[in-house]
């Protein structure tokens, strides 16, 4: 299958290392991600709450871009807004009209829109993963945590389960690690609140390092960046507030994945998290 | 007199009860009220009106008291809500309808940054069509003058490289422009139909 990659804008600032790891590990499957020529912002939350024909029109300038390929995504947000419009646009030709007098192109709904979950679960196989695995991440246990806008709504965004996504479980599983199942999989962070209001997100973030903890976990796995900055950078402000030291580390799966396919951790932005991976690994070996 | 006056407020109230449904697009009349979404809903424990309680509310037509609840501006758009309620009623449409019209009219509780978040994040995305993380941020501690919160965290970004210095650069930034413009017209042009709707039933 042929892609194109939609960034979006998380990836080239507080998720950097989200971007780097994915390229890392893409290239190391061979799975090629050209970067959709000069995309704009998927409006995020701040346009569905604001502007509903703004909310669809700026995904779908993008998504009309593509050229019939399926367009391949990192973050949740992105991927929630540009699943909602294909939803919306597709279903009704009154929605479509609407949307083409705003961004003077008739998109139809249509471009194909995959999570990078989806990508190397599904497309690629969790067979190939484990068969580039040289590093398996042996004695590692890990709780995937998926957040709210990969499997919500599910009529929507067709990801997996909505109450039990077992993709990154899956990829972890075959990167070698121990998944351990745990029921906070899809519970809210907070989001953006981290800027607006940090109580809804320090309250939110504390039920969920505390549940990963009690699941006996070594580490969070993400697949967003607002969740990943909420759980990784946010474990300090729990601490001072509640006087919980979690300590854990908070990583990307393209960045764990990447260490169990032999990448150099440099490669993988692992310098970007904020709680330390380093001893972690160190003491697992990796 | 007073006859005259209930079915004017009655009056007000359908008018309110249709224009939440045809902004939203949530079917109201559905909800059985279960409380299956304010049992999921990350923020209930806190909220000032539950969100199976809104529901009500605006079924009953209580315009003033939903437009000016604290809970429209807490609600993290989880979406959990929406994926578990059995009368496929779309709360987190219903939230998202209910903060355009309390914006509206003018009606956004006191305390709450995030409109002013919003519109900081739009403004950016209109003019560099990209989020200008650092621009972003600058604004908005100016806007709303809490200059101090998370300071201590700036230096650490910078040096996990989590902020670019540099604004972005996207080409077609006066189609951009236009795009912006051209959905402020059409929005406002469905406000306008949305309310002489609601005003002739």
């Known amino acids: 299958m042929s892609y194109v990659f939609y960034p979006g804008c998380s990836l080239e600032g507080t998720a950097r290392d989200f971007g780097q790891s994915t390229m890392a590990v893409a290239k190391a499957l061979g799975l090629e991600l050209p970067e959709l020529p000069d995309w704009t912002c998927c409006g995020s939350t701040a346009a569905h709450q604001t502007d509903p024909l703004l909310a669809l029109a700026l995904p779908a300038k993008n998504l009309a871009a593509a050229g019939g390929k399926t367009v391949a995504v990192c973050c949740a947000a992105c991927y929630s807004r540009l699943k909602t419009a294909n939803h919306e646009i597709s279903a009704s030709p009154d929605v479509r009209r609407r949307v083409a007098e705003v961004t003077g192109i008739d998109y139809d709904g249509r471009t194909p829109v995959l999570h990078l979950l989806e990508i190397l679960a599904k497309d690629i196989g969790l067979a190939k993963i484990a068969a580039h695995v040289t590093r398996p991440l042996k004695g590692l246990r890990v709780v995937s945590y998926y957040g709210c806008l990969l499997s919500r709504p599910p009529e929507i965004t067709n990801f997996d389960n909505a109450e039990n996504p077992m993709l990154m479980d899956n990829v972890m599983k075959a990167a070698g690690a121990e998944a351990i199942d745990w029921p906070h999989k899809t519970e809210c962070c907070g989001a953006s609140y981290s800027i607006t209001d940090v109580s809804i997100v320090l309250a939110l973030t504390r039920e969920i390092l505390s549940m990963a903890r009690a699941a006996g976990a070594d580490c969070i796995v993400t697949a967003c960046p607002l969740c990943q900055i909420n759980l990784d950078m946010r474990q300090k402000d729990v601490a001072k507030k509640f006087g919980e030291e979690y300590n854990l580390p908070v990583f990307y799966f393209t960045q764990l994945l990447g260490l169990a396919l032999g990448l150099e951790p440099a490669s993988l932005g692992l310098r970007s998290l904020v709680v330390d991976p380093m001893p972690l690994l160190a003491a697992k070996d990796f | 007199m007073s006859t005259m006056r209930e079915t004017r407020l009655a009056n007000e109230a359908a008018d309110f009860v249709a224009l939440v449904e045809a902004e939203s697009g949530a079917p109201l009349a559905a909800c059985l009220q279960c409380a299956k979404c304010t049992a999921g809903c990350p923020v209930s424990a806190r909220a000032d009106i539950k969100p199976h309680v809104l529901v009500r509310l605006v079924q009953m037509g209580q315009r003033d008291e939903v437009l000016s ?56 995305i209109r003019r560099l069509g990209r989020m200008y993380e650092m621009g972003l941020m600058t604004s908005f501690k100016l806007r709303t003058g809490n200059l101090m919160a998370d300071v201590d965290k700036f230096p650490m970004m910078l040096a996990k490289r989590k902020l670019a210095l540099l604004p972005p650069h996207v080409r077609g930034a006066a189609e951009r422009k236009r795009l912006f413009e051209r959905a402020r017209r059409a929005s406002e042009r469905a406000e306008a139909l949305a309310k002489a709707g609601g005003e002739k039933k």
């Open chain 2, 69 to 124: 609840s604290r809970m429209i501006w807490e609600c993290t758009s989880c979406q959990t809500c929406t994926t578990r309620c059995p009368q496929k009623v779309d709360i987190a449409a219903l939230t998202d309808a209910l903060r355009r019209l309390s914006r509206a009219a003018g009606k956004v509780v006191g305390g709450t940054t995030v409109p002013t978040f919003n519109d900081i994040f739009l403004r950016t």
